[in-house]
């Protein structure tokens, strides 16, 4: 790993990933979360504070890049009401029994992760029956022109960004793993630049 990806990239990837449009769709779907929850790319853990200790038994927080896990860490011990457990890993093996998790929680991940038909196939398996997925994410946009840019800038927000897409679109990924979209909204994203601002959010479960 290089040093950009190591120490600079996180702190970027921290700081694009905790502005106030961002936190606001963060805030629209994570308190939705209830029983046993798998988070997927929790990051540096600015999701920690929107779960419902109430609601929430515990958080299975999984996360590959070690230095995300570092900050993620510092986040859960400001929340001693929350049983958080990390997962050190990627989303493409998820180390826990199948049928073992109420809620799988996937907030500005789906864009980044490398092989994302595995990651959904694993967020499946682990489902409970009746058991959901929620989801906050940004992809491609439905306007022509928008959608264009995006063609053209994603390799550069790959190589910089982490692997992160512009072109992804969640709703279509969902539904090729063999999920159902019980609940979805879209829009773009104040104060965002539209190539990297149209945002999908919603729940699903097994379909």
């Not at 038994?57 to 958080?84: S, T």
């Not at 826990?96 to 196939?121: G, H, K």
């Not at 967020?123 to 959901?132: D, E, F, H, I």
């Not at 022509?144 to 840019?149: D, H, L, Q």
Request: glycine share 10%; proline share 8%.
């Amino acid at each position: 790993m290089g040093l950009y990806s190591r120490y600079i990239l996180p702190t970027l990837i921290d700081c694009a990933c905790s502005t106030r449009p961002i936190r606001r769709q963060r805030e629209k779907v994570v308190p939705l979360a209830a029983g046993d929850v798998l988070e997927v790319g929790c990051g540096a853990g600015a999701n920690f504070p929107l779960y419902n200790a109430q609601s929430v038994r515990k958080v299975f927080a999984l996360e590959p890049a070690e230095k995300m896990i570092e900050r993620a860490e510092q986040a859960a011990g400001r929340i001693p009401d929350l049983d958080i457990e990390f997962l050190r890993t990627g989303g493409e093996a998820v180390p826990l029994e199948a049928a073992s998790v109420d809620t799988v929680v996937f907030t500005f991940t789906l864009c980044t992760i490398p092989d994302w038909r595995a990651s959904l196939a694993e967020a499946r398996r682990v489902l409970k029956p009746g058991g959901r997925l929620i989801y906050s994410e940004h992809g491609g946009a439905p306007d022509p022109g928008v959608a264009r840019w995006q063609r053209r800038l994603e390799p550069i927000q790959k190589r910089f960004g982490g692997g992160c897409h512009l072109t992804r679109v969640p709703p279509d990924m969902l539904s090729t793993t063999g999920f159902e979209i019980v609940e979805g909204q879209t829009m773009y994203l104040p104060k965002t630049p539209k190539v990297m601002g149209y945002a999908y959010w919603g729940q699903a479960r097994a379909a």
